[in-house]
């Protein structure tokens, strides 16, 4: 089954705590993408990767980290989470925008 | 900053009747727009794209494109109580790479 998945779903953490939010996907796309969305505010692009070792800035890229040593995943770092990084969390990826597919959510709560 | 802009609703239309989305955008240079449906506590999936001015059919949604007003629209027709979402307009930034997505409108279907 094509998929992209997510771990942990759902996370509390505390503020300064590094956490990493692991994205994985099964349809050998090249382009993979982070998001978060916050009520009122839509979704907003954090990083994206066109490629292995391609990586660049989205929107909103302050405060996290992102890596593409391999096709398959595109883990999300937070080195030091702060309470406004509170969201929840969507990993994307694509073989073109026809074919964007997004991970089920990782739901973050920074106390 | 390059934006996308939506009602945020809700958008309340009986069953049966047509539903109207619509979504602004300020960059003249984008060339792709995307329409994502959005459950509660679900992850977005494509349901429709264009690239060309005019209207696009696709059984009971038409997204329509028209590049001089910068206005993307989505139809559907004969709504479902099963087409209550949130719906999401997004347009391709015009230097790759990017989806820049509008707030959602969230759509309810009254039986």
């Known amino acids: 089954e094509a998929q992209v998945t997510q771990n942990p779903r759902y996370l509390i953490t505390v503020t300064g705590k590094k956490l990493t939010v692991t994205c994985s996907q099964n349809?050998?796309?090249?382009?993979m993408s982070w998001y978060r969305q916050d009520p009122g505010l839509g979704l907003r692009q954090i990083y994206y990767?066109?490629?292995?070792?391609?990586?660049d800035k989205g929107d909103v890229p302050e405060g996290y980290k992102v890596s593409r040593k391999e096709k398959r995943n595109f883990p999300l770092i937070l080195e030091s989470p702060s309470p406004n990084q509170t969201s929840l969390y969507f990993c994307a990826s694509g073989g073109g925008w026809e074919t964007q597919y997004f991970g089920p959510g990782t739901r973050l709560l920074v106390l | 900053q390059k934006e996308v802009e939506q009602n945020s609703g809700p958008l309340s239309v009986p069953e049966g009747a047509i539903a109207s989305l619509n979504c602004t955008y300020s960059d003249r240079g984008s060339q792709s727009f995307f329409w994502y449906r959005q459950y509660s506590g679900k992850s977005p999936e494509l349901i429709m794209f264009i690239y060309s001015n005019g209207d696009k059919e696709d059984g009971r949604f038409t997204a329509q494109l028209n590049k001089a007003s910068q206005y993307v629209s989505l139809l559907i027709r004969d709504s479902q109580p099963s087409d209550s979402a949130t719906y999401l307009c997004a347009g391709e930034d015009n230097q790759g790479g990017k989806l820049i997505f509008g707030q959602g409108t969230e759509l309810s279907v009254k039986p």
């Open positions: 990767s066109m490629n292995v070792e391609v990586t």
């Open positions: 349809m050998n796309h090249e382009y």
